[in-house]
C-alpha cells in the first residue's frame, strides 16, 4: 500500500486507522488517473486498485460503484468549504476561487476537465458532481449578492454571469503547456480584480 | 450517404462534387460523435464511418488518422476567420466570440469539452488543435492590443488574461443542462460588457 496521502503527508501517521490510509491511496489513485487524461470510461476498478496497491475488494466494500468512487475523488480534492473573512468581497472571492484550485499545486489541475465528457453524457453524475460543486458555486453567489447590498458592486450586476466570469477562467487557466502566458503567481488575485475593475478606461 | 451538411443544407446540391458530399457527411459524424459525449479514445473510423453512411476506405483515402480527422472536424465546425468592422473593440470582440462559437447553435457545444482529456494527454493531438485555436486567439489579442492603442481600453491591461476572461465563460456556457441560469440570447454582448466595464460599482 502506498502511503502518499492526499494532504500531501509521506510518512504513515501513527495511530491512523489502516482504513482511513487505504481510503486515501484509492481516492490519490483515482485523482493520478484522471491527471494523467484518462477518462472515466477508460479507469477501471482493477487499474485503481493496482495503482493503489490495495485489492479490488477493498474499494468494492467502500463504494457502490466507480462513479461513487470518482465523486468522492473529486471531493477530497476540492477540500472542505473554506471559511470567508466576510469584510471585503474582493478578499473573500479570492478565498474562494483559491479554495476550488487547491488540487493545482498538488497537480490535479486537468481533473474536472478530463471528467468533462462523462459529466456531459451521464445525469446520474452530473447529479453527484452537482452535490459538490454547488455548494461552492452558492457560497460564491452570496458573496456577490453581499456586496451589491453593501454596494461594493452595482446594483444591476448578473450573479450567474459573474459567476461563470470568475469560475469559467480559473477552469481554463493552465489547462495547456502551451498557454504559460497568464502566470500562476498572482493569478486568482489578479481575475478577481480584472472582473471588479473591468478593462474598459 | 447521409445528406445532411455541416452548413445545415439537407438537400443535395445540384452539381455539388461527391467528395465535398462525402467529406461533409464525415466531418458531420465525427462532431455528432463528440457532441454525444463520445471522447476521442472511444471514437473509431469504423463508427465515424457508420455514421456518416461511407466506406472506411473513403476516409482513409482523405485522412492519414483519426487525430487528423478530428481536428478537421473542429476547424470546420468553427468555421473561417471572421470579419472584423475595425470600428470599436467592443463589437469586434463580440464578433470574434460569436464566431468561436459557432458550432453551439448547431448543437456542437460539448465538442471542444469532449476533445480536452485527449488534448491533455497527447501532444500531437494538441499541437494540431494549437494550429485552429491560435490564429483566433491571436486576432482577439489585436483587437485587445488595438483597443490599448485607441484608449477604449485600460492602458494597464493584461492582454493573456482578459484573453481568458473572455474565452473561459464561453467555453463553459452552456456546456450543462443543469446551468441554465445565464441564457443564450445575449450571453455574448453581456460576456463582453461584463468584461470591458466591471462588476465594481
Not at 173 to 191: A, C
Amino acid at each position: 500500500m502506498t502511503t502518499a496521502s492526499l494532504t500531501g503527508q509521506e510518512r504513515k501517521a501513527p495511530g491512523r486507522p489502516r482504513n482511513a490510509q487505504a481510503d486515501e491511496a484509492i481516492l490519490r489513485a483515482v485523482l493520478d488517473l484522471l491527471s494523467e487524461g484518462q477518462t472515466v470510461a477508460a479507469i477501471s476498478i482493477e487499474a485503481v486498485a493496482a495503482r493503489a496497491g490495495v485489492g479490488k475488494a477493498t474499494i468494492y466494500r467502500r463504494w457502490a460503484n466507480k462513479e461513487a468512487l470518482i465523486i468522492d475523488a473529486v471531493a477530497a480534492m476540492k477540500g472542505p468549504l473554506p471559511a470567508l473573512a466576510g469584510e471585503s468581497v474582493r478578499d473573500d472571492l479570492v478565498t474562494l476561487i483559491k479554495a476550488n484550485r487547491s488540487g493545482h499545486s498538488r497537480g490535479y489541475s486537468k481533473v474536472t476537465a478530463c471528467l468533462l465528457p462523462e459529466l456531459l453524457r451521464d445525469d446520474s453524475i452530473l447529479e453527484m458532481y452537482k452535490g459538490v460543486v454547488e455548494p461552492r458555486r452558492d457560497l460564491m453567489r452570496s458573496v456577490l449578492r453581499r456586496g451589491i447590498e453593501t454596494g461594493e458592486l452595482r446594483d444591476d450586476l448578473d450573479i450567474e454571469l459573474t459567476l461563470l466570469m470568475l469560475t469559467g477562467p480559473s477552469m481554463m487557466h493552465g489547462l495547456f503547456q502551451w498557454q504559460p502566458r497568464v502566470p500562476d503567481e498572482g493569478f486568482v488575485e489578479k481575475l478577481v480584480d480584472g472582473v471588479l475593475r473591468g478593462a474598459a478606461a
